[in-house]
């Protein structure tokens, strides 16, 4: 019995001790340098993040086969405010943070201490350096060729003189400036955030939604009625204000004009306005039946009462357009029902729709949207329908709408070009401007809302100038999938200006301004080639101290040498790694991470030989069809996938489970469903391991070892291009189908003979899979051990085509029983048979035409020519030949013999008689036949 937590546990120490994954520096070896994002040190990891990990480990190890010096280190993340959100809210005594640490914790500790672990969390750094170490821990469980002597975490001294290193250059090439910028902010935090502070901001990303703030003047005294709109180009139709009586409304001072809001859009205004006062508080109730002045038409309109408004979005106050909203419109229609509209408000219809033959058309009632809402039934604000009709009235204008004379101006200027010039003319006239909004409602990890600030003094990243760079460096990389390369060139594109620097949180204090630290995602560009440093300093080699602007200059620039003793070695190390050959991350990081890392190795490193080389994205794993998440408890810890399936299995499953792009969706009956397949596989490398080596094979073994080595071959193809799971589909599943087949074909006792002779490639072939089991097979020779066998020398396409004719002839036996067993009628005995003499004379003529790439209708005309009997073979099968040439055949001889050394295996395998008769002209070359008597 094979006890495989033990095979585990047993190689992870001899790993661990022996140092097998602290790679030297060799020049006889070509290196490979591969990174993962590093974790957030801050909570326990689960299936999810193994998935990346481990994908990652399996084609690092793969680069091990090809013999390279491979080197996949890892650090600890704990800029931002991540972990700070945590202590903060152990701190506070914050029940859900402390349960959520307390679940964290359980997964590494028994339930008796998981209380004491939690209330040493007293500091920010406690929770790191607890969380590093089980991180540590974690990826050696699951069998993580991963170098643990260039750990760092971002806190350290020597990390953070780096990236004061690597800011104070972004200054000096023009990068880093200092303005006036819109920021995602929290109030309560005084600090901007990033996509790591914000609850589920890494896979539900918050941007900056540009809006446009329209005033509306008092008829009474001198203030406006506030209100945001993305449709600014629809203001012309207003027909009414819309106000809930209940919210809290005030007043402010904005500049030199006094504005009306509602109370929960202060803090934006307030935060993205100069000169900013609040004057006073009051009911919205106040406002109902006042009348304002619309902008450009000058009309008079009335505040009336509504309860749909959200308080949260853009001012908290509504105008309505109904003319162009369905919403709007159904919503004025039940306002004149109830009373609290006049009667007599009509929709203002000011778009024309301009036919293909161009000429313009008007709505067939009032308006579009009335048209739209009678078309499809639709009689209440509340019907669902209004938002799919909302996306059809807003595409139908923006494409084909016009505006109407009752825009003024603005009368006849196409929707789609119209919203800029409207938004300018009420910039012109103080009457509006741009106000931002978040592009969905946010809050911190500890649940602070996220708004739209524009701060004054804000440090950030101008990525224009740069922008051919970054590009010409995405063309020079390889990316996989590479249909994803034009994906990143797009938000290459988009990305312009960065904040880059924050008040709160953990960091490196920026250099230029130390009040700011470095915000998480502007640390995490280059940090790839501090790794070798670390090494450097945990042997002892080097101190922080030692980590001075002149030694990183020497290092990446080969400016002057600092005083250092032995810094010449050290630096024959750096030059050796270089950067990352391989950067394996997420879908969630193309917009932001790979972003900024391809901008600033672009920008920082061009005309080195420290850019990096190859990135590629992987998919998401999910469990059960459901994202992985606390709140549903499918985030399996990946500390306890040991203990639960074995970490070889947990592997396999990854590499085969799904094409490493693809989401994967983890399912514990597929794994249970994989861990038979899995078991028998172990079973026959050991036991092929204890035989000797057979002395004599015979064809059907040299088959088998041929097909063997083939999808060796292939493997070595699919794995070049991370095409990891067909590799290991081929290999594990459809070789263990010809495992079974020969078997079949021969005994079991046999096959283990063959597999005795492949055991040890086989083995090294499955080591970045399931290394503990590759160890165990190999004594040790697996993690290290490079694949230098000639696969050529092993493979015999005759072999394998003449098995094949054997297995097309047993299905077709197969097919014929099947159909005799549904007749009801018994087979005894069964004749086999080869084709006539002729018809390989006629293949052979044929083949000599295809390889002479002779024209279709000249090879038809030359066989029926020398073929006239075969004119039925000759046109049904020839044609089928042009596009994907003639399948494998031999010489009569050979086919009758080998069909002749047949017949004993038939007959025990179907209990018939089975007779080889003359060629018959059922068959055809490479395709024997067969017919019961």
Request: proline share 5%.
């Amino acid at each position: 019995m094979i006890d495989q937590l033990e095979i585990e546990k047993k190689w992870q120490k001899r790993w661990k001790e022996q140092k097998t994954f602290t790679p030297r520096v060799d020049s006889s070896k070509e290196k490979y340098f591969g990174t993962v994002p590093y974790p957030y040190a801050n909570s326990a990891l689960h299936i999810g993040h193994g998935r990346t990990f481990v994908f990652a480990d399996i084609f690092l190890r793969y680069q091990r086969l090809l013999g390279k010096q491979v080197l996949y280190p890892l650090a600890f993340h704990i800029s931002g405010t991540p972990v700070l959100a945590v202590a903060d809210g152990i701190a506070k005594g914050d029940k859900k943070t402390i349960e959520l640490v307390s679940q964290a914790v359980a997964s590494y500790e028994s339930s008796e201490d998981v209380d004491k672990v939690v209330s040493s969390f007293t500091s920010s750094q406690a929770i790191a350096d607890y969380f590093s170490s089980k991180i540590e821990t974690t990826f050696a469980s699951v069998g993580l060729g991963m170098d643990f002597s260039k750990t760092f975490s971002t806190g350290d001294e020597a990390y953070q003189r780096f990236i004061s290193w690597k800011f104070r250059l972004l200054e000096e090439k023009g990068l880093l400036t200092k303005g006036s910028y819109p920021i995602l902010y929290s109030p309560l935090d005084e600090s901007a955030v990033g996509e790591d502070d914000i609850k589920d901001g890494d896979t539900d990303k918050v941007t900056l939604q540009e809006m446009t703030y329209v005033l509306f003047k008092s008829t009474e005294q001198d203030e406006y009625f506030c209100v945001a709109t993305l449709r600014p180009d629809a203001l012309f139709g207003t027909t009414n204000l819309w106000v809930d009586p209940e919210h809290i409304l005030c007043r402010v001072k904005v500049g030199d004009q006094q504005w009306i809001i509602n109370s929960a859009a202060f803090e934006k205004i307030n935060h993205q306005f100069s000169s900013v006062e609040l004057i006073e508080q009051f009911s919205g109730e106040q406002l109902l039946g006042k009348t304002f002045i619309t902008p450009f038409t000058q009309k008079e309109i009335l505040v009336a009462q509504a309860s749909f408004i959200d308080k949260s979005q853009g001012t908290g106050l509504v105008y309505s357009s109904p003319a162009g909203s369905p919403h709007d419109y159904m919503a004025l229609e039940e306002a004149k029902k109830d009373g609290r509209l006049p009667a007599s408000i009509q929709p203002i219809s000011t778009v024309m729709l301009r036919e293909k033959n161009r000429d313009l058309t008007s709505a067939k009632t009032t308006c579009f949207a009335q048209d739209l809402c009678e078309k499809k039934g639709i009689t209440s604000s509340s019907d669902p329908r209004l938002e799919e009709a909302k996306k059809e009235l807003y595409k139908l204008e923006h494409y084909s709408g016009v505006l109407t004379d009752a825009c003024a101006q603005f009368s006849g200027i196409p929707i789609k070009k119209a919203k800029q010039q409207v938004v300018q003319a009420l910039e012109e006239q103080h009457l509006g401007g741009v106000l931002y909004e978040t592009s969905r409602p946010a809050t911190t990890r500890s649940g602070n809302p996220v708004i739209v600030a524009n701060l004054d003094g804000q440090w950030f990243l101008d990525y224009t100038g740069s922008r051919e760079k970054a590009l010409a460096l995405l063309e020079e990389m390889h990316y996989y999938p590479s249909s994803l390369k034009k994906t990143q060139q797009g938000y290459l594109e988009w990305v312009e200006k960065r904040p880059c620097a924050r008040k709160r949180g953990l960091g490196t204090p920026l250099p230029q301004d130390p009040e700011w630290i470095v915000e998480p995602l502007s640390d995490s560009t280059i940090y790839s080639l501090f790794y070798i440093v670390a090494g450097m300093i945990q042997r002892g080699d080097l101190t922080a101290e030692d980590c001075t602007d002149e030694l990183f200059n020497y290092f990446y620039f080969n400016a002057p040498k600092p005083d250092l003793e032995g810094v010449e070695k050290l630096k024959e190390e750096v030059d050796y790694w270089k950067n990352f050959d391989f950067r394996y991350t997420a879908p969630p990081h193309m917009s932001n991470h790979l972003s900024f890392l391809i901008y600033h190795n672009a920008v920082l490193f061009e005309g080195t030989e420290f850019l990096p080389d190859a990135i590629a994205v992987g998919g998401l794993l999910i469990k059960d069809g459901h994202k992985i998440s606390k709140s549903k408890g499918n985030g399996i810890p990946l500390i306890r996938v040991r203990e639960l399936y074995g970490a070889d299995l947990y592997r396999l499953y990854v590499a085969v489970g799904a094409s490493f792009d693809a989401e994967m969706d983890f399912r514990d009956e597929e794994i249970h469903h994989l861990e038979k397949k899995f078991h028998r596989l172990k079973e026959l490398l050991f036991l092929a391991k204890e035989l000797p080596t057979p002395s004599f094979l015979e064809p059907i073994d040299k088959w088998l070892q041929s097909r063997f080595y083939s999808r060796a071959k292939d493997f070595f193809s699919h794995a070049d291009t991370l095409q990891i799971r067909e590799g290991y589909v081929s290999l594990v599943y459809e070789f263990m189908h010809e495992i079974n087949y020969h078997t079949r074909r021969t005994s079991q006792e046999q096959t283990l003979n063959v597999l005795q002779t492949i055991y040890k490639d086989y083995a090294l072939l499955l080591t970045p899979v399931i290394p503990h089991v590759a160890e165990e097979v190999l004594d040790g020779a697996a993690s290290l051990q490079a694949f230098t066998t000639s696969c050529e020398s092993f493979i015999s396409k005759d072999v394998e085509a003449q098995e094949e004719m054997v297995m097309n002839l047993l299905a077709d036996i197969d097919r014929l029983l099947q159909f005799k067993q549904s007749k009801n009628e018994s087979v005894d005995s069964l004749e086999v048979f080869t084709a006539p003499s002729q018809r390989y004379e006629l293949f052979d003529v044929l083949a000599g035409l295809l390889e002479k790439k002779t024209p279709p209708k000249e090879i038809m005309s030359i066989l029926f020519s020398q073929f006239p009997d075969e004119g039925q073979l000759i046109k049904k099968f020839v044609p089928k030949t042009f596009g994907s040439g003639i399948h494998p055949y031999f010489s009569p001889e050979q086919e009758q013999e080998l069909l002749s050394s047949l017949i004993p295996f038939l007959e025990k395998e179907y209990g018939v008689t089975v007779s080889l008769i003359q060629p018959q002209q059922l068959a055809k070359p490479g395709v024997f036949g067969v017919r019961t008597v």
